[in-house]
C-alpha cells in the first residue's frame, strides 16, 4: 500500500494537558492543521539534521522524552501524537484511520515545519507508518530506523481476539477494554515488569495514554495491523541506510527484525538487551548508544557526499 503524500499543513500555537506536559522537555510545541482539518499535537527540540520520531499504537510523543535531551544536542527532533492520541485531534469516523493517513501526516507535519529531508524512526506500529512512507516517498528520508516492528502481520495475534477487542473498544469504550486486557493478559517481559514496578510514576504515565486514546482509532488500526499484507519483499527497494532496533525480549518481533535486516540492502541490526517491547524505556543508556552510534554515521556519511 502506498502512502498519500505531501499535502503540507499549518502550524498553529501548541497546547499542552498537565499529565502530558511540552515543559517537562523543554519542547517547543505547535499545533499542525493537516488537509483534512485533524490537529495533530507536534514539539520540536534542538538544531540540525531533522530526526522524526514516531511512536506506536496507544502511545504518545512523550514515549522518547526520556532521550530528547541527548538527541536534541545534534539534531532537530520532532515529535508528534498520532491522530487519536495524546493531544491531538480523534474524529470519530473511521474513514480517518489508517496506517497510511498516517504516514500522510508525518509527511505534511515536516511540511508545515519546513521540513524537506529527515531522519525517520517508527517505533512498533510506527515503523508500518515508516516504512510506508519511506517506500512511498524516498527522497523525503535520509535515513530510517525500525523498532520493535513488523513488516506484515505480526506473529501469534490472534485474528478473533483482535476483532473482540475492537468491538468492546466500540461497543464499551477504552476503559471497559483496559479492565479486560488487564484482567485476562500477563503483563509482559521480565524488562516491562521490572519497568512497572520500579519506576515511578510510569504506571500512572501509562494510565494518562491510555485515556487519551480514541476508541474509533483503536478498533480502525488494530484491524487493519491485523490484516496488513506481508510486505517483506518490497524492503529490497529501501535505498536510504537503515537500523533495525529490537529488545531481547521482544519476541516475536526478534527474528522478524533479523529478517528485516537481511532483507534492507544497507542495514544494520542491534538487538538491545534486557529489554522488550520498548526499550527506550527498558535500558534507554544501550538503546540510546545504538541510536546515536548510527546517526554519527549517517551524518559522516553526508558530509562526505558534500
Given at each position: 500500500?502506498?502512502?498519500?503524500?505531501?499535502?503540507?499543513?499549518?502550524?498553529?500555537?501548541?497546547?499542552?494537558?498537565?499529565?502530558?506536559?511540552?515543559?517537562?522537555?523543554?519542547?517547543?510545541?505547535?499545533?499542525?492543521?493537516?488537509?483534512?482539518?485533524?490537529?495533530?499535537?507536534?514539539?520540536?527540540?534542538?538544531?540540525?539534521?531533522?530526526?522524526?520520531?514516531?511512536?506506536?499504537?496507544?502511545?504518545?510523543?512523550?514515549?522518547?522524552?526520556?532521550?530528547?535531551?541527548?538527541?536534541?544536542?545534534?539534531?532537530?527532533?520532532?515529535?508528534?501524537?498520532?491522530?487519536?492520541?495524546?493531544?491531538?485531534?480523534?474524529?470519530?469516523?473511521?474513514?480517518?484511520?489508517?496506517?497510511?493517513?498516517?504516514?500522510?501526516d508525518v509527511v505534511a507535519v515536516a511540511?508545515?515545519?519546513?521540513?524537506?529531508?529527515?531522519?525517520?524512526?517508527?517505533?512498533?506500529?510506527?515503523?508500518?507508518?515508516?516504512?510506508?512512507?519511506?517506500?512511498?516517498?524516498?527522497?523525503?528520508?535520509?535515513?530510517?530506523?525500525?523498532?520493535?516492528?513488523?513488516?506484515?502481520?505480526?506473529?501469534?495475534?490472534?485474528?478473533?481476539?483482535?476483532?473482540?477487542?475492537?468491538?468492546?473498544?466500540?461497543?464499551?469504550?477504552?476503559?471497559?477494554?483496559?479492565?479486560?486486557?488487564?484482567?485476562?493478559?500477563?503483563?509482559?517481559?521480565?524488562?516491562?515488569?521490572?519497568?512497572?514496578?520500579?519506576?515511578?510514576?510510569?504506571?500512572?504515565?501509562?494510565?494518562?495514554?491510555?485515556?487519551?486514546?480514541?476508541?474509533?482509532?483503536w478498533a480502525t488500526l488494530i484491524r487493519?495491523?491485523?490484516?496488513?499484507?506481508?510486505?517483506?519483499?518490497?524492503?529490497?527497494?529501501?535505498?536510504?541506510?537503515?537500523?533495525?532496533?529490537?529488545?531481547?525480549?521482544?519476541?516475536?518481533?526478534?527474528?522478524?527484525?533479523?529478517?528485516?535486516?537481511?532483507?534492507?540492502?544497507?542495514?544494520?541490526?542491534?538487538?538491545?538487551?534486557?529489554?522488550?517491547?520498548?526499550p527506550q524505556f527498558e535500558n534507554g543508556?544501550?538503546?540510546?548508544?545504538?541510536?546515536?552510534?548510527?546517526?554519527?554515521?549517517?551524518?559522516?556519511?553526508?558530509?562526505?557526499?558534500?
Amino acid at each position: 500500500m502506498g502512502a498519500e503524500t505531501g499535502r503540507g499543513g499549518q502550524v498553529r500555537p501548541g497546547s499542552a494537558r498537565p499529565d502530558m506536559d511540552a515543559s517537562r522537555v523543554g519542547g517547543a510545541a505547535v499545533r499542525v492543521i493537516v488537509d483534512d482539518g485533524v490537529g495533530l499535537e507536534v514539539e520540536v527540540r534542538g538544531q540540525g539534521p531533522a530526526l522524526v520520531l514516531v511512536h506506536g499504537f496507544g502511545g504518545a510523543k512523550e514515549d522518547f522524552s526520556d532521550h530528547l535531551d541527548e538527541l536534541a544536542a545534534g539534531h532537530r527532533v520532532i515529535t508528534f501524537d498520532h491522530r487519536g492520541h495524546g493531544e491531538s485531534d480523534a474524529p470519530e469516523h473511521a474513514d480517518a484511520y489508517s496506517l497510511d493517513r498516517l504516514a500522510t501526516d508525518v509527511v505534511a507535519v515536516a511540511d508545515a515545519l519546513g521540513i524537506d529531508r529527515f531522519r525517520l524512526l517508527g517505533h512498533s506500529m510506527g515503523g508500518m507508518v515508516a516504512r510506508r512512507l519511506v517506500l512511498a516517498r524516498p527522497d523525503r528520508v535520509e535515513a530510517l530506523v525500525l523498532m520493535d516492528t513488523s513488516p506484515g502481520p505480526v506473529p501469534g495475534m490472534d485474528p478473533d481476539i483482535i476483532e473482540l477487542g475492537a468491538q468492546l473498544a466500540l461497543d464499551q469504550g477504552m476503559d471497559e477494554l483496559k479492565r479486560v486486557m488487564d484482567a485476562f493478559s500477563p503483563l509482559g517481559t521480565p524488562a516491562y515488569e521490572r519497568l512497572i514496578s520500579e519506576r515511578e510514576g510510569y504506571q500512572e504515565f501509562c494510565d494518562a495514554k491510555w485515556a487519551a486514546l480514541s476508541p474509533v482509532m483503536w478498533a480502525t488500526l488494530i484491524r487493519e495491523i491485523r490484516d496488513q499484507p506481508d510486505e517483506f519483499g518490497a524492503l529490497v527497494t529501501v535505498g536510504c541506510p537503515t537500523l533495525v532496533l529490537v529488545g531481547d525480549q521482544d519476541e516475536p518481533f526478534v527474528a522478524v527484525s533479523h529478517a528485516m535486516a537481511a532483507t534492507v540492502p544497507d542495514a544494520r541490526i542491534v538487538v538491545v538487551p534486557d529489554a522488550g517491547h520498548s526499550p527506550q524505556f527498558e535500558n534507554g543508556d544501550d538503546w540510546l548508544r545504538a541510536l546515536c552510534e548510527f546517526l554519527a554515521d549517517v551524518s559522516t556519511r553526508a558530509d562526505r557526499s558534500t
